[in-house]
Nanobody, 123 residues
Framework: QVQLDESGGGLVQAGGSLSLSCAASARTFISYTVAWFRRTQGKEREFVAAFRNSGNPDYANSVNGRFTGSRDNAKNTVYLQMNNLTPEDTAVYYC?????????????????WGQGTQVTVSS
């Protein structure tokens, strides 16, 4: 069982930045792929970024170049720095974990989910 706790959401004006964190409880955190998804009302969860234990991060086209992230295996934490935010980035952001190296962007590929943190970008 893996518990994920997101933090760092909030309200920001368009063009601004926010930083999200996802702290995991897993004793074998290093063996999990950790991803960020987001969801707006009435829509399916949308892939944002994924961080495997090796290799480059995977970013959705919609955020590539604006969002960057990293994982700190010593702290069991994954970070997501979001820059140049737009109102279209407004959503609840979820952290998710999947066993091993997950190469899918589908939310069903991930086994564990956090409660989510709200990000609101005003125009």
């Amino acid at each position: 069982q893996v518990q994920l706790d997101e933090s760092g959401g909030g309200l920001v004006q368009a063009g601004g930045s926010l930083s999200l964190s996802c702290a995991a409880s897993a004793r074998t955190f290093i063996s999990y792929t950790v991803a960020w998804f987001r969801r707006t009302q009435g829509k399916e969860r949308e892939f944002v970024a994924a961080f495997r234990n090796s290799g480059n991060p995977d970013y959705a086209n919609s955020v590539n170049g604006r969002f960057t992230g990293s994982r700190d295996n010593a702290k069991n934490t994954v970070y997501l720095q979001m820059n140049n935010l737009t109102p279209e980035d407004t959503a609840v952001y979820y952290c998710a974990a999947g066993r091993g190296s997950v190469y899918s962007r589908a939310y069903v590929a991930y086994d564990y989910w956090g409660q989510g943190t709200q990000v609101t970008v005003s125009s």
